[in-house]
């Protein structure tokens, strides 16, 4: 629905156009909001086309905030796959306001944004179940709060844009204070909290819940150091029946393709593969290029852009199960095995091996695993390593190390803990638990630790690095923006 009913000054908002041009130009279709948002399937269309934004994983989920979030770290880096410059720019930290990858995550944020706005301002209006339509607002709410959550982490004062723009002078919007931006974020997420369902129904998946909002606000609230109401947040969820969301037993299950709706998947983007339409989640982009064989003598088209450092794949420790389902170094597709340097392969799916555009698996963004690491770092920042906290660590270990979840066991439970070494082994189950899930660079610049620890390994980050330069396009449109420090 979106391609044919954005309005030109949404695009403006983004970017992708000046305003000059929206004030000769006539709309091309006949679908206006006029004869529009009309039905109950007007407003559920409205509000799909907001999870589309989400789905289009080539610029948000999961490649667009992968190349800032994962590959700018000590997890990635650049595959003989990579040409563009601007991404070798990003690894190196040599990045700057010109950089079209930086560009295309930002306008699509608001590009989505815009869409959810629509949807939250559009839907009151309709006529139908009061309750069905607080679901859908809360949704769109939901979405918009979580992009909101990535843009302010990731550029820090941003233009906070929450209704349609309907006149020259709303093209034009200013960067909004930090403060402003994250109080959007909670009243957002707090409404979904209040409206939306606790858990889908398998007809609904994919669909934002009141647990995805409490899962969220919690990790909004551990980022402002907020860690009383992280805590809290956190529980709401950790306290739900195992029936609803639960820590998987095997951490191999969490992402196969025939287990795609898992209760351990608070939140995920939901990829539709093999359809015939290459709408899934894309393999190409992280697979060996020309190495892996089929029978016939043809090679898996892989591309090897992006991969992994080896330095993450010897980090973990041994026996640890994750790293067989996070890397892979060997493979038979039919034609022979064959060896090759560490890829990803936590999202591998081999029924899409012929199609690579049409892998199934979801994107997690928000994963039980990562409210039980959310709850054990705000308990720690409160009163240190309480056995609370300790045991919410352990869970993720034992699973790690094919042990019962719920059994204690010394081989790989961590106790005795200093305050400040149980923050570095949160931090270390994090990557482990989480490498290609786009969280490392948000969790070294979260806790501080970006630049000092990144110089371990030969990566210099400069101090205004903690933050990404706004894209030069916005700012030569918008005269009302200005850059981050730092940048040129």
């Known amino acids: 629905m979106k391609y044919f009913f954005y309005s030109l000054l949404l695009l403006v908002v983004s970017g992708l156009t000046s305003c000059k041009k929206f004030l000769v130009e006539n709309p091309k279709g006949t679908l206006t909001d006029n004869n529009f948002y009309k039905t109950e399937a007007d407003a559920q269309a409205a509000v799909t086309s907001v999870y589309d934004g989400l789905n289009d ?8 905030i992968y190349l800032l979030a994962e590959l700018t770290t000590d997890n990635a880096e650049c595959g003989i796959g990579v040409a563009n410059a601007y991404i070798r720019a990003l690894k190196a930290y040599t990045h700057g306001p010109v950089n079209d990858r930086i560009q295309v995550l930002y306008q699509s944020l608001y590009a989505t944004i815009a869409d959810a706005n629509t949807a939250i301002d559009k839907i009151p209006a309709i006529n139908f179940d009061e309750g069905r339509k607080n679901k859908l607002i809360g949704q769109a709410k939901f979405v918009r709060g979580l992009l909101y959550f990535n843009l302010v982490r990731l550029f820090g004062p941003v233009p906070l844009v929450l209704h349609p723009v309907t006149d020259v002078a709303g093209a034009y919007p200013s960067r909004e204070p930090v403060d402003n931006v994250y109080r959007q974020i909670i009243t957002d997420l707090q409404y979904g909290e209040l409206y939306l369902d606790e858990a889908n129904t398998a007809a609904a998946a994919g669909r934002a819940t009141s647990a995805a909002a409490s899962g969220l606000l919690s990790k909004v609230y551990l980022t402002l150091g907020k860690y009383d109401s992280a805590k809290i947040e956190a529980k709401k969820v950790l306290d739900l029946p195992a029936s609803e969301y639960a820590l998987l037993d095997n951490y191999f299950n969490i992402f196969s393709p025939g287990n795609r709706h898992n209760k351990e998947l608070v939140f995920a983007v939901e990829n539709l593969g093999n359809t015939g339409s290459a709408n899934g989640f894309a393999l190409a982009l992280f697979l060996p290029r020309s190495t892996i064989k089929f029978a016939d003598g043809t090679y898996l088209g892989g591309n090897s852009a992006d991969v992994p450092t080896t330095e993450f794949y010897n980090s973990f420790k041994a026996g640890d199960l994750r790293k067989d389902r996070t890397f892979f170094t060997q493979y038979d597709a039919g034609g022979g095995l064959v060896t090759f340097q560490p890829h990803w392969f936590k999202f591998f799916d081999s029924s899409a091996l012929t199609n690579l555009g049409e892998g199934s698996l979801e994107y997690p963004v928000i994963r039980y695993a990562d409210l039980l690491l959310t709850y054990a770092e705000s308990i720690n920042e409160i009163q240190g390593p309480t056995a609370e906290a300790l045991e919410a660590v352990n869970k ?7 042990k019962g979840i719920n059994t204690p066991d010394v081989s790989v ?15 270390n189950e994090r990557r482990w638990e989480f490498g290609f899930e786009d969280h490392r660079w948000f969790d070294l610049v979260r806790t501080g630790k970006l630049i000092s620890l990144l110089a371990t390994k030969g990566i210099t980050v400069n101090s205004y690095n903690v933050l990404f330069p706004l894209p030069q396009a916005e700012i030569d449109v918008n005269k009302n923006l200005t850059q981050n420090d730092g940048y040129k």
């Open 57 to 64: 994983q080539w610029n948000i989920y999961y490649r667009g």
């Open 396 to 402: 993720i270990r034992r699973r790690a190390f094919g």
């Open 413 to 427: 439970d961590l106790a005795g803990l200093s305050q400040e070494a149980f923050r570095d082994s949160i931090l």
